[in-house]
């Protein structure tokens, strides 16, 4: 006999857990079906353990420019286990927090694989709670996705690596070469160089970070050089050769050859779908892995969702976290809003920090818009000088009036100190469609990093105060 649930999940990362936890606020029955950790990509070897990492090389950064602030110190060591301690710390710490709130919220946690049959029937099996068969009335699949690989770079966790081997090193190594200078690359790089690692990243793209602004990347390949990170940008790597003793030799671009301890590829994550049955199903799958859903995240089985790294959405756990909410409120009925791609949040926590929303200047002109631009740079404020960190602009990109004011804002690019936590204010003010005129009026605290916001803002209607 099946055990019946108003909703049954099937992954408990990001999208999934949130989906449990938003519907049992909501007074749902509901179960949720994991088969390694909950928490997922994000808590366990994701953005959390990313994050924890790249504070490490933070700390270190303070502690070198601490001479500047009359300081003394001595030179820092690295001990990385004691890093790799303090992570899994951070990361035990939230999956206990959620484990205790899905319990709380009654959510039943099975330890498994789920697969999706036919009649919304879902079985679990291949984990401690044994074969189980449920039927929710609704179902959302939120399996998530894993490290994409490339031909002729087999991961063995020693030379060739992905994310899900490198947060866990207990060494790192002297030098390494990433692959792929999206997000993954970018934060990794900066991680590891700051940490004393010589790194060379090859991209195949004319640009790291796409779909950044330029602005905003010339700013960080800037700092990377400054930092001795070499970036080589439309090349394509051509293999490997291990050496014997240790290291690799890898190829690239035309003949060029690099020696280096390690390989971390970071080129792309694939939706993992191919484990959820779907068989007897109308779920459809595309050639890339994604499941198929409309703008309400529903697949094409009725009463049937789908959320998160599983869908060509941003694969971002925030996104993760608004579709797991969606499908809820839609399966709820309360007609909810769909989410608008073009507007969500972007953050990226190499040094320097970049965070954006919107249109970058190029995508805008390229949608028909006649743009105005403000660029300030962090060089004149207040906090950031007194924090030594001035490397680093903000660019509002908004409508142009035809007074040559600015009016409704389009995009907000930023790049520097603390970046990732100012960009709020510019997501709520983009996506409200607010104009030029109704943000300036805001005041922003004096010192804070976020007057440049205001400043750059401000500078859009015809007058200014310092920018
Ligand atoms: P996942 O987190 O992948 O969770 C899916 C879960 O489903 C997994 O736990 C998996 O074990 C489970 N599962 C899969 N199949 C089954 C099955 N058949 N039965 C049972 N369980 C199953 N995003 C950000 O927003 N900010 C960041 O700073 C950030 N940093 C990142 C850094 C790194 C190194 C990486 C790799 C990713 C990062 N991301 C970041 C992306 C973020 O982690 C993902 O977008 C997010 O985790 C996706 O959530 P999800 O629930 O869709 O999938
Ligand atoms: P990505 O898609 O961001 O970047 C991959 C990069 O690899 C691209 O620039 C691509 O051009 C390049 N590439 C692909 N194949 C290549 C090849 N053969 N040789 C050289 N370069 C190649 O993917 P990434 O960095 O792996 O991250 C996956 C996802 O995880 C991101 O898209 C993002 O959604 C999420 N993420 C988010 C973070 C954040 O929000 N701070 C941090 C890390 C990941």
Same mark, same amino acid.
């Given at each position: 006999?099946?055990e019946?649930?108003d909703?049954?999940i099937?992954?408990?990362?990001?999208?999934?857990y949130?989906?449990?936890?938003?519907g049992?606020?909501?007074g749902l029955?509901?179960?949720?079906?994991?088969?390694?950790?909950?928490?997922?990509?994000?808590?366990?070897v994701g953005c959390i353990?990313?994050?924890?990492l790249?504070?490490?090389?933070?700390?270190?950064?303070a502690i070198?420019?601490a001479?500047?602030f009359?300081?003394?110190t001595s030179e820092?060591v690295?001990?990385?286990?004691?890093?790799?301690?303090r992570?899994?710390?951070v990361i035990d710490?939230?999956?206990?927090?959620?484990?205790?709130?899905?319990?709380?919220?009654?959510?039943?946690?099975?330890?498994?694989?789920?697969?999706?049959?036919?009649?919304?029937?879902?079985?679990?099996?291949?984990?401690?709670?044994?074969?189980?068969e449920?039927?929710g009335?609704?179902?959302i699949?939120?399996?998530?996705?894993?490290?994409r690989?490339i031909?002729?770079?087999?991961?063995?966790?020693v030379?060739?690596?992905? =994310?899900?081997?490198?947060?866990?090193?207990?060494?790192?190594?002297?030098?390494a070469?990433?692959?792929?200078?999206?997000?993954?690359?970018?934060?990794?790089?900066? +991680? +590891?160089?700051?940490l004393? &690692?010589?790194?060379t990243?090859?991209?195949?793209?004319?640009?790291?970070?796409p779909g950044?602004?330029?602005?905003?990347?010339?700013?960080?390949?800037k700092?990377?050089k400054?930092?001795?990170? &070499?970036?080589?940008?439309?090349?394509s790597?051509?293999?490997?050769?291990?050496?014997?003793?240790?290291?690799?030799?890898?190829?690239?671009g035309?003949?060029e050859?690099?020696?280096?301890?390690?390989v971390v590829?970071?080129?792309?994550r694939?939706?993992? =779908?191919?484990?959820?049955?779907l068989?007897?199903?109308?779920v459809?799958?595309?050639d890339r892995?994604?499941?198929?859903?409309?703008?309400?995240c529903? &697949?094409?089985?009725p009463?049937?969702?789908?959320?998160?790294?599983? !869908?060509?959405?941003?694969?971002?756990?925030h996104?993760?976290?608004?579709?797991g +909410?969606?499908?809820?409120?839609d399966?709820?009925?309360?007609?909810?809003?769909?989410?608008?791609?073009?507007?969500?949040?972007?953050? !990226?926590?190499?040094?320097?920090e970049?965070?954006?929303?919107?249109?970058?200047?190029?995508?805008?002109?390229?949608?028909?818009?006649?743009?105005?631009?403000?660029?300030?740079r962090?060089?004149?404020?207040g906090?950031a000088? !007194?924090l030594?960190?001035?490397?680093?602009?903000?660019? !509002?990109?908004?409508e142009k009036?035809?007074?040559?004011?600015?009016?409704?804002?389009?995009?907000?690019?930023?790049?520097?100190?603390w970046?990732?936590?100012q960009?709020?204010?510019a997501?709520?003010?983009?996506?409200w469609?607010a104009?030029?005129?109704?943000?300036?009026?805001?005041?922003?605290?004096h010192?804070?990093?976020?007057?440049?916001?205001?400043?750059?803002?401000l500078?859009? &209607?015809?007058?200014s105060?310092h920018?």
């Amino acid at each position: 006999m099946a055990e019946n649930f108003d909703v049954v999940i099937i992954g408990g990362g990001p999208g999934g857990y949130a989906a449990a936890l938003y519907g049992a606020s909501a007074g749902l029955n509901i179960a949720l079906i994991e088969k390694n950790r909950i928490g997922g990509t994000c808590l366990n070897v994701g953005c959390i353990p990313a994050k924890e990492l790249l504070e490490t090389a933070s700390v270190r950064r303070a502690i070198e420019s601490a001479a500047a602030f009359g300081l003394t110190t001595s030179e820092p060591v690295l001990d990385f286990s004691v890093t790799q301690t303090r992570k899994q710390g951070v990361i035990d710490g939230l999956v206990g927090g959620l484990t205790g709130l899905l319990k709380k919220r009654k959510v039943t946690v099975y330890d498994g694989i789920g697969t999706l049959h036919a009649g919304h029937v879902v079985k679990v099996s291949g984990g401690s709670s044994g074969d189980v068969e449920l039927h929710g009335t609704n179902v959302i699949l939120a399996s998530g996705s894993v490290p994409r690989t490339i031909p002729g770079f087999d991961v063995d966790g020693v030379t060739v690596l992905t =994310s899900d081997e490198l947060l866990s090193l207990q060494k790192l190594p002297a030098t390494a070469v990433v692959i792929g200078g999206g997000a993954i690359g970018c934060e990794f790089a900066s +991680m +590891m160089s700051d940490l004393g &690692t010589e790194v060379t990243i090859l991209e195949a793209l004319p640009q790291i970070l796409p779909g950044c602004d330029e602005d905003i990347t010339r700013v960080v390949l800037k700092s990377f050089k400054d930092r001795n990170i &070499t970036v080589r940008t439309g090349v394509s790597v051509n293999g490997h050769d291990i050496k014997f003793g240790g290291g690799t030799t890898v190829k690239f671009g035309e003949g060029e050859t690099v020696d280096v301890d390690m390989v971390v590829v970071s080129v792309g994550r694939r939706p993992l =779908s191919e484990n959820l049955g779907l068989d007897g199903t109308a779920v459809a799958v595309s050639d890339r892995g994604h499941v198929v859903v409309d703008s309400h995240c529903r &697949t094409g089985e009725p009463g049937v969702w789908a959320v998160g790294d599983l !869908i060509a959405t941003p694969a971002l756990a925030h996104i993760g976290f608004a579709e797991g +909410m969606l499908a809820i409120r839609d399966m709820l009925g309360e007609d909810p809003m769909s989410i608008d791609y073009s507007k969500v949040p972007w953050c !990226i926590y190499c040094h320097p920090e970049v965070s954006f929303v919107g249109h970058t200047e190029k995508s805008a002109k390229e949608a028909g818009f006649d743009v105005i631009v403000s660029k300030h740079r962090y060089t004149g404020n207040g906090r950031a000088l !007194i924090l030594g960190e001035t490397e680093g602009m903000v660019k !509002i990109i908004a409508e142009k009036r035809s007074d040559g004011t600015g009016g409704r804002l389009l995009g907000v690019h930023m790049v520097g100190p603390w970046v990732t936590e100012q960009l709020g204010q510019a997501y709520l003010a983009v996506n409200w469609e607010a104009d030029v005129d109704d943000v300036a009026a805001f005041i922003q605290p004096h010192p804070t990093l976020s007057e440049l916001f205001g400043e750059s803002v401000l500078a859009l &209607t015809g007058r200014s105060l310092h920018g």
